[in-house]
Nanobody
């Protein structure tokens, strides 16, 4: 059974940094993509970044490029989201998601509906 457990959310001041973690278990990671999404109050769930486990390729939303970095610890099967230069508009619940790349029409997807497995979310609040 696929299980994703996020941690690391917190209250941080604008301009600060935070690292989120997502521990994945219950599946063989080959052929999967790990992704971070976020959902702000009153808004839809949007992709932040994806990590293709097979080749390490990454994708980022334009809003977080050059500020956020997605990475993975192979031994721990944990994916991280390093967030720098945080802005108030980054405030949201951040979710980890995963699914097989072969189920996605055009490779690692930035669409929430393409992922079947989700964590419970972790709150990130950027405020002074």
């Amino acid at each position: 059974q696929v299980q994703l457990v996020e941690s690391g959310g917190a209250l941080v001041q604008p301009g600060g940094s935070l690292r989120l973690s997502c521990a994945a278990s219950g599946f063989t990671p080959d052929g999967y993509v790990l992704a971070w999404f976020r959902q702000a109050p009153g808004k839809g769930r949007e992709a932040v970044a994806t990590f293709n486990i097979d080749d390490g390729a990454t994708r980022y939303a334009d809003s977080v490029k050059d500020r956020f970095t997605i990475s993975r610890d192979n031994d721990k099967n944990t994916v991280y989201l390093q967030m720098n230069s945080l802005k108030p508009e980054d405030t949201a619940v951040y979710y980890c998601a995963t699914d097989r790349v072969m189920t996605m029409i055009s490779g690692p997807s930035m669409m929430a509906l393409d992922y079947d497995y989700w964590g419970q979310g972790t709150q990130v609040t950027v405020s002074s």
